[in-house]
């Protein structure tokens, strides 16, 4: 038998190794930047078209590279960040490997111009599928540019699986926000199908984030502060209020580099303990200075994963300065021993002459266990009617037109005068109750304002109002984007929104199926929207901005979560943020029409989430609960 087993060709080698380096467009963009960065350049523009499918081109004006290194550079493991095994524990670049430029040049057309300042001539590279095309000389700027083509071109397979150019552009505004974070006294900016999203000059870390994310943020970052000899913390986090129902705003950087620690996560969310609403996540940007020889960032083909060497140390040290930034500027509440109180501060000092005795007026003959029926009271009460018949006019055989009313059975005298017990109930309550005796309808009860008890002949049923109507709102959604059969509200006045770039790009794809459900949204500028009107059936009280970023909260966190396409995203997000809350008391009518649209549906059962909306429970299980056969 033959021998079998072979070398791979080098261009082979290449595109498999590429499959863990660059995994989508935006995987080049961050190796791209992360050489520039390395390469000591103080202004870097990144420009994208097709989403980075068809080019991704970076701009700097770093140190440049040599005829040589220019041509060495997309070898695979060529690198100048390390020169032994010993360097991976001092690395402070942001690349060592040597991989990102041979993996990219293996699937994509590349052209690489690049100069160093002492140099008077340039050179331009042209690479296709890991093989040189040429080289020549060139007078070129100071820096390097480096212009990706088509990529995954001579891998279909890989670009067919490639998401729609909205995904793959808000995962290449993702690396760009991470590195700008870090990075924020370079200017950044990006360029995508020749508009500019993003320009921001060399700043302070608080500008960086208000020019990323929007200047609404200005009022929302906490600053944080901290120096201990395992690591040094710095950054802003987010106040409490601002929590959002999705997560993307987190970010850790370790030594500038960023990083996903779900342990460390776990420390931030920790310090927000009793603050936090219940399923939201705050923002924070947190720097983690440590020595380079405590971790380990060689776990993982991106970088984003670090071993460190006392994680326990820093779980603690994290967790205890956020809580404190929080205590330190108000958000938890907190008690300042320090601070001078004195109810005299609360004291009018007046002359000894100018102080007078409180004078009490009572009737010593109140007796409030008196009989309601004694002379006493009636006498009260014929003054009390003489009274009201000279202000009001009303005549003192007012009861006579009230002895009218008693003229019926005797279940309807009865249950008048248990509504006279309970006088004490809202006027709502009071309409329903008397519409009820009048009409034979069927009764139905609340539990607590969130669940609705129906009886049946083999028991009763339990119906959680909130899940019921986010069922008949989303079977209600679909239909609507279906048929394009939205109906529209508009309102008084025109409302603005405000979104970061990302949610711009994410609401201009889903624009057209918004506007289907009733929303009457157009761009105004390049972050801004107008909304011009909601859904017709959204209700009064509703506000529009509001109801308009939960939606593309939820629709971003069900698209990360659920995999779900867009109008059933849509569906679903709406119905939820739409929906009835819990403590929303319902009318016997109210009820009866919820139910009714309930079992209308198609999965009157099954909630959104995949839920029970309706719980049965029989007779003969309370027979059992009271334990009677």
Request: proline share 5%; glycine share 4%; hydrophobic share 40%.
């Amino acid at each position: 038998m033959s021998d079998i087993i072979q070398l791979l060709p080098d261009s082979v080698a290449n595109q498999i190794a590429a499959g863990e380096v660059v995994q989508r467009p935006a995987s080049a963009v961050k190796e791209l930047i992360e050489n520039a960065i390395d390469a000591g350049a103080d202004k870097i523009k990144l420009i994208v078209k097709d989403a980075g499918k068809s080019l991704i081109q970076v701009i700097d004006n770093g140190c440049g590279m040599s005829i040589t290194d220019a041509r060495l550079c997309f070898e695979r493991h060529a690198t100048s960040k390390i020169r032994q095994a010993e360097d991976l524990f001092a690395i402070r670049t942001m690349g060592f490997r040597g991989e990102a430029l041979a993996s990219i040049a293996a699937i994509a057309q590349v052209e690489l111009k690049s100069r160093r300042v002492e140099d008077e001539l340039g050179t331009i590279i042209q690479i296709e599928g890991s093989k040189v095309v040429s080289q020549q000389p060139e007078a070129l700027p100071a820096g390097t540019s480096i212009c990706v083509k088509n990529l995954f071109y001579n891998i279909p397979a890989r670009r067919n699986f490639l998401k729609s150019n909205s995904v793959e552009m808000r995962h290449i505004i993702d690396e760009f926000q991470r590195v700008a974070l870090a990075h924020p006294r370079i200017f950044f900016s990006l360029h995508s199908e020749g508009n500019e999203l993003f320009h921001l000059p060399s700043e302070t870390l608080k500008q960086r984030i208000v020019h990323l994310f929007g200047n609404n943020y200005n009022q929302r970052l906490v600053p944080v502060e901290e120096d201990t000899t395992i690591i040094t913390v710095s950054g802003f986090i987010g106040k409490p209020e601002f929590a959002k129902k999705t997560r993307g705003e987190q970010f850790f950087f370790v030594n500038k580099r960023f990083v996903k620690d779900p342990y460390l996560h776990h420390a931030v969310m920790n310090a927000y303990e009793d603050i936090l609403p219940t399923d939201t996540y705050p923002l924070y940007v947190l720097f983690i200075e440590i020595d380079p020889s405590k971790i380990d960032i060689n776990v993982h083909p991106t970088k984003t994963e670090i071993k460190y060497e006392d994680d326990k140390a820093m779980y603690a040290i994290l967790r205890s300065t956020v809580k404190r930034s929080l205590g330190r500027y108000n958000i938890t509440p907190t008690l300042d021993f320090n601070q001078e109180t004195s109810f005299t501060n609360f004291i009018t000092n007046k002359p000894l002459e100018e102080i007078q005795a409180p004078t009490i007026s009572f009737n010593p003959n109140f007796n409030p266990f008196e009989d309601a029926k004694s002379s006493s009271a009636s006498s009260r009460a014929s003054s009390y009617a003489a009274g009201l018949e000279k202000k009001t006019g009303i005549p003192q055989n007012w009861d006579s037109l009230y002895q009218i009313t008693q003229e019926g059975t005797p279940e309807q005298l009865s249950l008048h005068e248990e509504e006279k017990a309970f006088s004490s109930v809202s006027a709502r309550e009071h309409t329903s109750s008397s519409t009820i005796s009048q009409d034979p309808v069927k009764q139905f009860f609340q539990l607590h304002n969130r669940f609705i008890v129906s009886q049946i002949h083999s028991g009763f049923m339990l119906i959680d109002q909130q899940a019921a109507h986010e069922r008949i709102l989303y079977e209600h959604y679909m239909e609507q984007l279906e048929h394009n059969q939205g109906s529209s509200q508009q309102s008084l006045f025109p409302q603005t929104v405000e979104l970061s770039p990302a949610d711009c790009v994410l609401m201009e794809d889903i624009l057209p199926e918004i506007q289907t459900l009733g929303f009457q949204v157009r761009p105004f500028g390049k972050t801004t929207f107008i909304v011009d009107g909601i859904p017709a059936d959204l209700g009064q009280g509703i506000h529009e901005t509001k109801i308009l970023e939960q939606l593309l909260e939820d629709f971003k966190n069900n698209k990360d979560e659920l995999q779900l396409n867009k109008r059933e995203n849509l569906a679903r997000s709406l119905a939820k943020n739409a929906a009835i809350k819990p403590g929303t008391a319902l009318d016997n009518q109210e009820m009866a029409e919820l139910i009714d649209k309930l079992f209308a549906t198609q999965s009157p059962s099954i909630s959104i989430h995949g839920k029970p909306i309706v719980v049965t429970i029989t007779l003969q299980e309370l027979m059992e609960r009271f334990n009677r056969n």
